[in-house]
């Protein structure tokens, strides 16, 4: 399915990278992002989700036939939190992409601690049902969908090893559960090539290596040369360190044929590391 245009609507630490994939293999790209930033190579459109009149000129600007990326979060605005999935599908009414790809989350698996392809979702939270919720919107749009749902993204700036740095990681209390992760330039590359594929349908994306929070964090410290954080009661974290799930992601990679650059942490940390010390100033 071949596209000469994309459009990346909130072109961040996931779409930008998905964005230079696709202008290395030749790809017109287009773009929206909460900042205005510019992206090298990407024409930049403006977009406020929550204002009707930006979304107005928007859809003036909105060619047919695109391929469309949707990696816009839920937003807390207001009385609480919304999903601008249905005005972005309002959207393109009039002139519909011909392949749409949402990034979801994991999170719409609830507490189930084994997930692969076939794993419905299971939502228990108002934030999980809305992210399922804009998952069905996606499926029903007059396009071909994919709905991809990463496990926790880490890379250069984000991640355990970011959060040791700033003081802020806590191993949970017993050791924790399990946790799946993948690396964000693995996740641009599935996204990148699942966006320009014929593939549909729903699927978790993941690494090989789900586990514990304190081996990655004991991983990490051994890395920065810090000591390995306190524990702290579970219900005192952050909600991915709270979940135990273990996310086989190998289905969409199976489909795709992308393989993995990093297959665990002890490929990407290290990684993350060496980017960070390249993206440093000399003094």
Request: glycine share 10%; charged share 20%; proline share 9%.
């Amino acid at each position: 399915m071949p596209f000469s245009d994309v459009l990346i609507l909130g072109c961040g630490f996931v779409g930008g990278r998905v964005a230079a994939k696709l202008l290395d293999r030749g790809i017109r790209v287009f773009a929206t992002n909460r900042v205005s930033s510019p992206v090298a190579g990407v024409t930049m459109l403006p977009l406020d989700v929550t204002d009707e009149r930006s979304l107005a000129n928007f859809a003036e600007r909105i060619q047919p036939g695109l391929a469309v990326l949707h990696c816009i979060p839920l937003l807390q605005y207001g009385s609480g939190l919304h999903d601008p999935t249905p005005a972005i599908l309002g959207a393109f009414e009039d002139r519909p992409p011909a392949r749409f790809l949402y990034l979801s989350s994991t999170s719409v698996y609830g507490a189930t601690h084994v997930i692969e392809e076939r794993t419905p979702p299971a939502p228990r939270t108002p934030r999980e049902i809305l992210r399922l919720g804009a998952e069905r919107a996606v499926a029903a749009g007059p396009w071909s969908s994919l709905i991809l749902r990463p496990a926790a993204i880490y890379g250069p700036g984000r991640g355990v090893h970011e959060s040791m740095r700033h003081g802020t990681f806590r191993v949970p209390e017993g050791g924790g559960g399990s946790i799946s992760r993948i690396h964000v330039d693995d996740v641009a590359e599935i996204v990148a090539t699942g966006l320009l594929s014929t593939v549909t349908g729903a699927f978790p994306v993941a690494d090989e290596h789900p586990c514990p929070s304190f081996e990655v964090a004991e991983f990490c410290a051994s890395a920065l040369g810090f000591p390995t954080p306190a524990a702290a009661p579970l219900e005192l974290l952050n909600e991915t360190l709270r979940n135990d799930r273990r996310v086989d992601g190998s289905a969409i990679r199976r489909l795709l044929g992308v393989e993995l650059r990093y297959p665990s942490y002890k490929e990407g940390i290290p990684a993350c590391l060496a980017a960070e010390a390249a993206a440093q100033p000399v003094v």
